[in-house]
């Protein structure tokens, strides 16, 4: 058995299929230690893996502005306060391996120096998205900067410098690799619900023959919008298809305008819903993203500030498996986007046939067997 410390980045999106690796890695003997924002302790401690919180970020917060991301996100992500904790943390547990989320250039500073084989994770695509991934990385450094710290390195030099890349997405729609990274592996999506998320009972029957649409955006604090999940609401009010809206913890139901046609849940498992949906409306992060195509679902992608989902949202085009509109899109443009996607049979058969090629990959095993052969080599 070894024991496997993750250093994990606090975006929502990050977190499931880091623990469904987890779970792999747990299948076959290893303990997976997980060093986490504080407020994320209770996701891990429910999935049934031990934490540790970092918060020693919260005594430079004041010196951070601007963004995005936002302030409290950049701080903990780039912190030297966090970098040292970090390295506490670790010198304290003694892991035989080293996993960092690709956003966590704090970590990712530091975990060369302790001669541990060391796999950094991009849970969305990276070749077709390496500028925007630079331009993040570089965001995040002129924040530190601005903060009044030392700069850090760029994200070829924090990504080169580990053992190990870990893409948890699919090689065949990706863009070409990159000289000089042959690294990186794709293991494929990693698509297990967070157990928060249960199987919803919802008011329509299985046999109702109504098309049903998933609605679900983006659940971390700095990307919610309240706003938008309205805006959708209304704009499929007058659709002939049944509504299910996942909103995260940070809604307000009580304020939502839910129309006669929808029900709206803080969580609800995704699985499910989309073994019986027509349609996702959603702001295109690659989770949802792959688990919509898995189910043969295409898309109506309104992006967010997220840096992957304006590019997904691109790609959702560019397949021919949904329709992408801008995040402020009015009620009425999406009542007419929806429309035309449950209208136009090509956008449900270009999702199920990539949906086929995607779905023979278990990405969380596939991750752990490269996680097993960065230990034994």
Not at 73 to 98: H, M, W
């Amino acid at each position: 058995m070894t024991k496997l410390l993750w250093l994990c980045h606090a975006g929502g999106g990050n977190l499931p299929p880091s623990l469904g690796v987890a779970r792999a890695l747990k299948r076959r003997g290893h303990e997976v230690v997980f060093a986490v924002k504080s407020d994320m302790t209770d996701r891990i401690d429910r999935a049934g893996f031990r934490s540790i919180g970092v918060s020693s970020s919260d005594s430079d917060l004041p010196r951070y502005s601007g963004g995005p991301p936002v302030p409290p996100l950049a701080c903990y992500l780039t912190s030297p306060n966090v970098s040292d904790e970090l390295k506490r943390i670790i010198k304290a547990q003694q892991p035989g391996v080293l996993l960092v989320d690709a956003m966590f250039p704090a970590a990712l500073a530091i975990s060369p120096t302790f001669g541990l084989p060391t796999v950094v994770f991009s849970h969305t695509f990276l070749f077709r998205q390496m500028e925007t991934w630079r331009n993040v990385i570089a965001q995040l450094g002129a924040m530190r900067v601005d903060a009044g710290f030392d700069p850090l390195p760029d994200a070829d030099a924090l990504w080169l410098s580990q053992t190990r890349m870990i893409v948890t997405s699919v090689k065949e729609l990706e863009a070409p690799a990159l000289p000089g990274w042959e690294k990186v592996r794709h293991v494929g999506p990693i698509i297990e619900d967070e157990s928060i998320a249960q199987t919803a009972d919802l008011p329509w029957d299985a046999s109702d023959p109504t098309p049903m649409a998933l609605v679900s955006f983006a659940t971390a604090k700095g990307q919610f919008s309240q706003d938008k999940i309205q805006r959708v609401l209304d704009g499929l009010a007058a659709v002939p298809i049944h509504v299910v809206a996942t909103t995260g913890v940070h809604a307000v139901l009580e304020d939502l305008r839910i129309p006669g046609n929808a029900v709206a849940l803080k969580y609800a498992a995704h699985n499910p819903i989309l073994r019986r949906a027509a349609l996702c409306v959603t702001h295109g992060g690659h989770g949802t993203l792959m688990r919509s195509l898995i189910h043969g679902v295409p898309m109506l992608v309104l992006p967010g500030t997220g840096h992957d989902q304006l590019p997904n949202s691109k790609a959702v085009d560019e397949w021919g498996v949904g329709k992408a509109l801008a995040g402020d899109a009015t009620p009425t443009e999406i009542s007419i986007a929806a429309q035309s996607l449950l209208n136009t049979a090509s956008f449900s058969e270009e999702a199920k046939r990539l949906g086929q090629m995607i779905s023979p990959y278990d990405g969380a095993e596939n991750a752990a067997t490269e996680i097993e052969a960065v230990l034994q080599a």
